[in-house]
């Protein structure tokens, strides 16, 4: 009866660092892609404020005025070229 009750302790044994021993791995797996995420996520953060940047030179309003005017031949409408229309 002792050596049943031996080998049972021993398989329990075994089982549970086999356990913790697989419990760790995934721990230090997960751990590793955490990092590689957070990388990532640094990476894509900083893209995205570069684009911020980038979008808000392409839409300044001096600059649209600027091609308005030199490539397209537009020009600002003074006060007196405006027509008022009053509806019915």
Do not use: P
């Amino acid at each position: 009866m002792s050596l049943r009750l031996f080998i049972s302790v021993y398989l329990c044994v075994v089982i549970a660092a086999s356990g913790l021993a697989y419990s760790k791995h995934l721990q230090r797996r997960y751990f590793i892609e955490l990092q590689a995420l957070q990388l990532n996520h640094n990476r894509l953060q900083t893209e995205w404020e570069q684009l911020l940047l980038e979008e808000s030179a392409w839409s300044n309003e001096i600059r649209i005025e600027k091609i308005a005017t030199q490539k397209l031949g537009m020009q600002a409408l003074d006060y007196s070229d405006l027509v008022m229309l009053e509806l019915d």
